[in-house]
T-cell receptor, first 110, second 115 residues
């Protein structure tokens, strides 16, 4: 079945450095979603990308959807300690459910 | 915004007993809810799709007789872990879709420890 591959698995940065996580699918995705899970918490929906080549921004977070709709990235500019957590991408599997990438665990050193 | 309320947040049970986890959609109707399992430092693995008024759809490798799902109303889905064993210890999370462009809303999760 369709799988969403996500890299890197871990990323440790110094506060103020940038961070990027990437997702790739072997098949074209109708949409891709991004979630953030804080340590000990549950996933929280960040954004959904639908259009080819789409770029959306949320403050220091920039989300991109590839032209072929097979890859996506989340970029955080000038990380802060509040950015700590695991970032998941998720792609549609069947009509209703989503399959999650493995996640990228971000730690930020103050 | 849409809220999915999940209870209990933590439960410790003895091996061989059953545990029921509830998920309620508080301000919307969820004809479909999803149940995930997450082991430490791992991703969310879909266990089953819960459909209101009908049988749940289980993912390959998930024992339907062990993980009983009931979705009797548009706002409540339950997952019962029957005859729990230590290897069932995990973080169980439910989710529901609240709208086409709003992603999935997750419950707060239930951390199950079987001793």
């Amino acid at each position: 079945g369709q799988q969403v591959m996500q890299i890197p698995q871990y990323q440790h940065v110094q506060e103020g450095e940038d961070f990027t996580t990437y997702c790739n699918s072997s098949t074209t995705l109708s949409n891709i979603q991004w979630y953030k899970q804080r340590p000990g918490g549950h996933p929280v929906f960040l954004i959904q990308l639908v259009k080819s080549g789409e770029v959306k921004k949320q403050k220091r977070l920039t989300f991109q959807f590839g032209e072929a709709k097979k890859n996506s990235s989340l970029h955080i500019t000038a990380t802060q300690t509040t950015d700590v957590g695991t970032y998941f991408c998720a792609g549609p599997h069947n009509n209703n459910d989503m399959r999650f990438g493995a996640g990228t665990r971000l730690t930020v050193k103050p | 915004g849409a809220v999915v309320s999940q209870h209990p947040s933590r439960v410790i049970c003895k091996s061989g007993t059953s545990v029921k986890i509830e998920c309620r959609s508080l301000d919307f109707q969820a004809t479909t809810m999803f149940w995930y399992r997450q082991f430490p430092k791992q991703s969310l693995m879909l266990m089953a799709t819960s459909n209101e008024g009908s049988k749940a759809t289980y993912e390959q490798g998930v024992e339907k007789d062990k993980f009983l799902i009931n979705h009797a109303s548009l706002t409540l889905s339950t997952l019962t872990v029957t005859s729990a064993h230590p290897e069932d210890s995990s973080f169980y999370i439910c989710s529901a879709r609240t709208g086409r462009n709003y992603g999935y809303t997750f419950g707060s999760g239930t951390r199950l420890t079987v001793v």
